[in-house]
């Protein structure tokens, strides 16, 4: 055991580099000295010569009220912290000095070293050389920061796989959906066995505008034609553009007839709307072709767009501007054997 005047000569110069965070308390409960990482957390704060007790609040175990109660509770593991606005919370252990000396009661953060660290901005001089606290925080920081630039990398990888994978489905020039995403949309419908139509408009007049106006007036047109589209129909639904000026329209769980001959009234309205560009006038129309999937036992999407597309010249041979249901065609058999003439 150390000597009291052996402890106070090294104390000063060796016990607080070994153990930066110890103190020291006397018989009567007061602090004599406080080494200088504790004494660090409460900067202009002397402590020297207040009672400890009255300082700090011994959480674990619950018993100990007095010094007489801690000297009981010698080299058991204590459970601390600051009393008042300081909640930083300390693990420790007192042991007896020379008798009648008083206690000397090492602290350490314990799990609560990492917010230490950051709250009072501690280093490595902060704590004893052989304690390596800092060295790990260093590794888990070093970590931490590996797996957020991964995370932040695998984030990144996603975004591009995402607008890769949109940009593989979408019309540069109008925004709208292209074919390959069309016939994605109609394979899972008819995969499902949900109820669908299929709308496929062709543009009346639109080489007109080209031939006339130019390659330009017929881009605006076009994206025109994609707004009012878009603007038609339910979010659910799949507009796609899947040709130079001719469009397909899938409503999802939407299959009465009246209800479509409906909206595709409205789009060849708002179409025949003119158009400005450049100064110039651009007219034009649109001729429809309407399908639902409860026209076939089994649909198939390469036969419900053969039928809609069959439908559309119908429309064209009525004098264009309207649209006609597949079943309104002239010689449609739906599924029947002869469906090989019809669409030969």
Not at 10 to 31: C, F, K, N, Q
Not at 113 to 126: E, S
Not at 296 to 323: F, H, I, N
Not at 324 to 340: I, M
Request: glycine share 8%; proline share 3%.
């Amino acid at each position: 055991m150390v000597e009291a005047g052996d402890f106070t000569a090294l104390a000063a110069e060796h016990l607080d580099r070994l153990m930066p965070m110890h103190v020291i308390v006397s018989e009567t409960g007061h602090i004599r000295h406080v080494a200088p990482t504790l004494a660090k957390l409460l900067p202009g704060g002397d402590l020297a010569g207040r009672r400890f007790l009255e300082v700090i609040e011994l959480r674990r175990p619950r018993n100990i009220h007095s010094m007489e109660d801690l000297r009981f509770a010698v080299e058991a593991p204590l459970h601390l912290r600051f009393r008042g606005a300081l909640q930083t919370t300390f693990r420790g252990i007192a042991v007896p000095l020379a008798a009648g000396k008083g206690l000397l009661i090492n602290l350490s953060f314990g799990i609560a070293v990492a917010d230490a660290v950051r709250d009072h901005d501690l280093t490595n001089a902060d704590f004893a050389p052989t304690d390596l606290t800092v060295e790990m925080l260093y590794l888990i920081e070093a970590k931490t920061a590996v797996m957020n630039e991964s995370r932040n990398l695998n984030r990144r990888l996603q975004t591009a796989r995402i607008a890769a994978e949109e940009q593989a489905y979408t019309d540069t020039l109008t925004g709208l959906k292209n074919r390959r995403a069309m016939d994605h949309v109609l394979a899972r419908l008819t995969g499902s066995g949900a109820r669908f139509a299929l709308m496929h408009l062709d543009l009346d007049y639109f080489k007109d505008v080209n031939d006339t106006y130019g390659h330009a007036a017929g881009d605006h047109v076009l994206q025109n034609v994609a707004r009012v589209l878009v603007e038609e129909t339910r979010e659910a639904d799949t507009v796609a553009r899947v040709g130079g000026d001719e469009f397909v329209l899938i409503f999802d769980r939407q299959v009465d007839p009246d209800r479509l001959r409906g909206i595709a009234s409205r789009i060849i309205e708002r179409l025949e709307e003119p158009v400005s560009f450049d100064g110039k006038t651009c007219r034009i129309s649109g001729s429809v072709g309407i399908g639902t999937s409860t026209l076939y036992a089994q649909p198939v999407a390469e036969v419900m767009l053969a039928d809609a597309d069959a439908a559309l010249y119908a429309s064209k041979r009525k004098g264009r501007a309207c649209a006609t249901l597949v079943n309104e065609v002239e010689g449609w058999v739906g599924e029947g054997a002869d469906r090989e003439k019809q669409t030969a």
